[in-house]
């Protein structure tokens, strides 16, 4: 008979967790989009690193930088606290991890053209 009180390890890719905090930070009002990530050694190490997220863990911790574009006439304090809030929030609900920081980075401001 198997005990259903057996431990067993689950390993979460670092995939999952980018497509996590990606899809938490655009779920926030004022973010338009993920700023891509310019290259350097880290591409190298790191797949993903286009889609404006990286992602490290130690541990059962986890480090993200995200990078945003947001939109225009938004207050830029507010949508960074209100994606940290949210992507922690997703990160430690669905994963159970801890997260030890998560730095945002405004790459630049969707201007849209409405007199146009």
């Given at each position: 008979?198997?005990?259903?009180?057996?431990?067993?390890?689950?390993?979460?890719?670092?995939?999952?967790?980018?497509?996590?905090?990606?899809?938490?930070?655009?779920?926030?009002?004022?973010?338009?989009?993920?700023?891509?990530?310019?290259?350097g050694v880290n591409r190298l190490f790191k797949r993903g690193a286009g889609d404006g997220v990286r992602i490290e863990t130690e541990d059962n911790s986890v480090f993200a930088d995200l990078h945003l574009v947001l939109k225009q006439d938004v207050n830029i304090r507010e949508v960074s606290r209100n994606v940290q809030q949210q992507v922690a929030r997703a990160i430690q609900e669905m994963v159970g991890m801890d997260v030890g920081y998560i730095n945002i980075h405004i790459d630049d401001i969707d201007y849209e053209d409405d007199e146009a």
């Open positions: 008979m198997t005990d259903s009180n057996t431990p067993g390890k689950t390993t979460v890719s670092p995939e999952v967790l980018m497509t996590i905090a990606k899809l938490s930070a655009l779920s926030v009002p004022g973010v338009s989009r993920m700023a891509p990530i310019a290259g």
